[in-house]
């Protein structure tokens, strides 16, 4: 009698907790709104842990292009990622194309462990990175000064390659269907 009793409470708390278990909830899948590429990080100042510049460490540039599925359309950033210790409400940047300026229309402050700062680049701006003859120099403003970075030859060609891919990829995004 015992056995059977056991055997019973033994049943109902299984069937209890598979009942309440999280993993057989059912969660819908969101819509796919948008594709994002993001290229790798270029490090236009020197830092203590200059040779682990990664993607989100601070002083480090990155590419991102995003292709939004609902409308078409394709769009380009420049990220910067801020030093820890800057801590003045940042502005915007811009960039120094063959001895103009191209200012940079800020899209969002992300405050994070990090700072990151975006940027949208224009088609004129992918245009003049492009065709440029000289390296880039790169312009980071705060409430209280500017700071410029130069970028080496190596750099600028590494930043422009990986514009370039980001943007054969965004490109080559085809519309995909959702289906509702």
Same mark, same amino acid.
Not at 128 to 143: I, L, W
Not at 161 to 170: C, D
């Given at each position: 009698?015992?056995?059977? *009793?056991?055997?019973?409470i033994l049943f109902c708390g299984s069937l209890f907790f598979l009942y309440n278990c999280n993993s057989l909830q059912v969660i819908? %899948?969101?819509? *796919?709104?948008?594709?994002?590429?993001?290229? $790798?990080?270029?490090?236009? %100042?020197?830092?203590?842990?200059?040779?682990?510049?990664?993607?989100?460490? =601070?002083?480090?540039?990155?590419?991102?292009?995003?292709?939004?599925?609902?409308?078409? %359309?394709?769009?380009?950033?420049?990220?910067?990622?801020? !030093?820890?210790? !800057?801590? !003045?409400?940042?502005?915007? *940047? &811009?960039?120094?194309? !063959?001895?103009?300026?191209?200012?940079?229309?800020?899209?969002?402050?992300?405050? @994070?462990? /990090?700072?990151?700062? %975006?940027?949208?680049?224009?088609? $004129?701006?992918?245009?003049?990175?492009?065709? =440029?003859?000289?390296?880039?120099?790169? &312009?980071?403003?705060?409430?209280?000064?500017?700071?410029?970075? =130069?970028? &080496?030859?190596?750099? @600028?060609?590494? *930043?422009?390659?990986?514009?370039?891919?980001?943007?054969?990829? /965004? @490109? =080559?995004? $085809?519309?995909?269907?959702?289906?509702?």
């Amino acid at each position: 009698m015992s056995k059977n *009793l056991f055997l019973q409470i033994l049943f109902c708390g299984s069937l209890f907790f598979l009942y309440n278990c999280n993993s057989l909830q059912v969660i819908p %899948e969101p819509n *796919l709104d948008q594709v994002t590429v993001k290229s $790798e990080t270029v490090c236009p %100042e020197f830092t203590w842990y200059w040779p682990f510049c990664t993607k989100g460490k =601070a002083k480090s540039l990155m590419i991102k292009g995003v292709y939004n599925n609902s409308t078409g %359309e394709k769009k380009y950033f420049l990220d910067y990622h801020l !030093d820890m210790l !800057d801590t !003045d409400l940042p502005v915007g *940047l &811009s960039l120094n194309l !063959d001895g103009t300026y191209y200012n940079l229309k800020k899209v969002s402050t992300d405050y @994070t462990d /990090i700072v990151k700062l %975006e940027s949208e680049l224009t088609p $004129e701006v992918i245009s003049k990175m492009n065709s =440029a003859k000289s390296s880039y120099t790169f &312009s980071y403003s705060n409430r209280k000064d500017t700071l410029n970075f =130069a970028l &080496s030859s190596g750099d @600028t060609r590494d *930043l422009r390659n990986q514009l370039n891919e980001v943007i054969k990829k /965004i @490109t =080559a995004q $085809e519309k995909l269907r959702i289906v509702k």
